[in-house]
């Protein structure tokens, strides 16, 4: 049985819900932009903000967070390299090490616009359907000069749609290697390629199968193009989001 | 009227091994045919050359007396195929998305191409699923949105690869009970099997592989005592000198 993952669509009603995918995505590009140099006082603006909207669309807080459980992790490396890196009034000295009142500062507000970032992140994926992203990337890239929209729009799928199952594969491979005691061999780069070989070839017949069985539906680059049509919540909803980047700039 | 024509198909792979040698096979409209043979003995490689996946190296398959290889979006159209894994199959994120996308490549509108994939999950009782992701669904669902991904391209034909593979008792009656209707449909089935037990009371004709090649082909009481000959097992009730069950009842 496929492991279940918090991180992808729910279904909902919300406004976050029902607005063009396109906006969507403009959205987070200009928040993330914009969230890399506010200061405390804006991030907790905007944190809020956000917070509302996720508790607003229904979005499962408490199964995103652990789902993101790894991230926390990735976050507090960062935390100590930006501790132990950044110079200043000094707290706490043990022998080679200092910790600052600016290290400690600058730590958690990188943290904090990175865990915001992400969270942004969770809000799109929680609310858009993959294909909506994909059909938004589609449109944003038609415009491009030798990029082949269409193609891009699919492996794009197709990544979306592989990668739960490449890991099915890899837990059942693994369990089956267990079951030979596989975790008796203490070297990982062993285990590594006894795990990795099995599993990339599998991956690849299966890459064969699913060429073929595209293939038996007729795949073809000049498909029926995505269906997007922008109303008059996401121009207003377009407006809010450029004047509050503008505000928390000012502030 | 024949609806697929095969003459002296033969197909040599690129290392040079025959996949299939000399095969002529005329189909009827409306017939379901289930091919059966051991592993390795053919019936997937015949399959293929039905919708123009593989062509052939020497012969001609015509579908409703037209060549496969002048119009392969055609002949894939015209003859849906269900593959054995139906985990590699299915190529969309959701339900939904996965049934749309062979009338997205036949470049339909958007309206028409919602009506065939309601319809078409209508059928296989999976319209309360249609924001579902695909690996979630048990094995028995990947099947039937399989075959719905089948249907929404609005076959003539409709070629099964091993449909009951992996599948539990209620998995098998469900997808069996869908090919059933389907042939009551009007459609024209073909399926390829070497496990007859299930299958067995609902075909016409019964066609046996060996090495490459057809080896019997009849109704399926006329070939049913030359199954074990070719590493088929024969059918249960045909053990016991009854005639076959469906496992429908």
């Keep these: 049985m496929a492991e279940l993952t918090s991180f992808g669509y729910f279904a909902g009603d919300s406004l976050l819900h029902n607005l063009d995918p396109r906006f969507k995505l403009l959205y987070?590009?200009?928040?993330?932009?914009?969230?890399?140099?506010?200061?405390?006082?804006?991030?907790?603006?905007?944190?809020?903000?956000?917070?509302?909207?996720?508790?607003?669309?229904?979005?499962?807080?408490?199964?995103?967070?652990?789902?993101?459980?790894?991230?926390?992790?990735?976050?507090?490396?960062?935390?100590?390299?930006?501790?132990?890196?950044?110079?200043?009034?000094?707290?706490?000295?043990?022998?080679?090490?200092?910790?600052?009142?600016?290290?400690?500062?600058?730590?958690?507000?990188?943290?904090?616009?990175?865990?915001?970032?992400?969270?942004?992140?969770?809000?799109?994926?929680?609310?858009?359907?993959?294909?909506?992203?994909?059909?938004?990337?589609?449109?944003?890239?038609?415009?491009?000069?030798?990029?082949?929209?269409?193609?891009?729009?699919?492996?794009?799928?197709?990544?979306?749609?592989?990668?739960?199952?490449?890991?099915?594969?890899?837990?059942?491979?693994?369990?089956?290697?267990?079951?030979?005691?596989?975790?008796?061999?203490?070297?990982?780069v062993y285990r590594l390629i006894k795990l990795g070989f099995p599993l990339m070839r599998r991956t690849f017949e299966r890459a064969d199968d699913l060429v073929a069985a595209m293939e038996a539906r007729g795949f073809t680059e000049n498909r029926t193009d995505p269906d997007l049509v922008a109303h008059q919540r996401d121009w207003v909803a377009l407006t809010v989001v450029g004047s509050l980047c503008a505000l928390v700039i000012m502030l | 009227m024949n609806i697929i024509e095969i003459e002296n198909l033969t197909h040599r792979f690129a290392d040079g091994t025959i996949g299939i040698e000399g095969i002529n096979l005329a189909i009827r409209q409306g017939s379901f045919v289930v091919v059966?043979?051991?592993?390795?003995?053919?019936?997937?490689?015949?399959?293929?050359?039905?919708?123009?996946?593989?062509?052939?190296?020497?012969?001609?398959?015509?579908?409703?007396?037209?060549?496969?290889?002048?119009?392969?979006?055609?002949?894939?159209?015209?003859?849906?195929?269900?593959?054995?894994?139906?985990?590699?199959?299915?190529?969309?994120?959701?339900?939904?998305?996965?049934?749309?996308?062979?009338?997205?490549?036949?470049?339909?509108?958007?309206?028409?191409?919602?009506?065939?994939?309601?319809?078409?999950?209508?059928?296989?009782?999976?319209?309360?699923?249609?924001?579902?992701r695909p690996h979630l669904l048990s094995g028995g669902e990947k099947r039937r949105l399989a075959i719905a991904g089948v249907l929404a391209m609005e076959p003539g034909v409709i070629v099964f690869d091993e449909p009951f593979a992996s599948l539990d008792y209620p998995g098998v009656k469900q997808v069996l009970q869908h090919i059933v209707d389907l042939h009551r449909s009007g459609h024209t089935i073909v399926v390829t099997t070497h496990d007859l037990e299930k299958i067995i009371a609902h075909a016409d004709r019964l066609i046996i592989m060996q090495g490459g090649k057809i080896v019997r082909d009849g109704s399926p009481v006329e070939i049913v005592g030359h199954l074990e000959a070719f590493g088929v097992r024969k059918p249960c009730a045909y053990r016991l000198g009854l005639e076959a069950e469906s496992w429908l009842n």
Excluded at chain 1, 103 to 108: A, C, M, P, Y
């Design chain 1, 28 to 188: 987070i590009i200009a928040l993330s932009l914009v969230c890399l140099n506010l200061n405390f006082l804006s991030l907790l603006i905007m944190s809020v903000l956000l917070l509302g909207l996720i508790v607003y669309a229904r979005l499962p807080l408490r199964s995103g967070f652990k789902e993101l459980r790894y991230f926390f992790v990735l976050l507090v490396f960062v935390f100590m390299a930006r501790v132990l890196s950044t110079g200043g009034e000094s707290l706490i000295d043990f022998k080679f090490f200092s910790i600052s009142r600016q290290g400690l500062t600058v730590g958690f507000l990188v943290c904090w616009r990175l865990a915001f970032i992400v969270a942004l992140g969770f809000t799109l994926i929680s609310t858009t359907r993959p294909s909506e992203i994909k059909a938004a990337v589609q449109w944003f890239l038609k415009p491009v000069p030798f990029i082949p929209e269409q193609k891009v729009a699919i492996m794009m799928g197709l990544i979306l749609r592989f990668v739960p199952v490449i890991f099915d594969q890899a837990a059942e491979t693994g369990e089956a290697q267990k079951a030979r005691c596989v975790q008796n061999r203490k070297n990982p």
């Design chain 2, 36 to 132: 059966a043979g051991h592993n390795g003995s053919g019936k997937t490689t015949l399959l293929r050359h039905l919708n123009g996946l593989l062509l052939p190296s020497d012969g001609v398959v015509r579908l409703a007396g037209k060549r496969v290889e002048e119009d392969l979006l055609k002949a894939r159209q015209f003859v849906g195929m269900m593959f054995q894994d139906a985990d590699s199959q299915i190529v969309g994120e959701t339900v939904y998305e996965d049934v749309a996308f062979g009338p997205e490549n036949l470049c339909l509108e958007r309206a028409a191409i919602k009506k065939r994939v309601n319809s078409a999950l209508r059928v296989v009782g999976l319209q309360d699923l249609a924001d579902q």
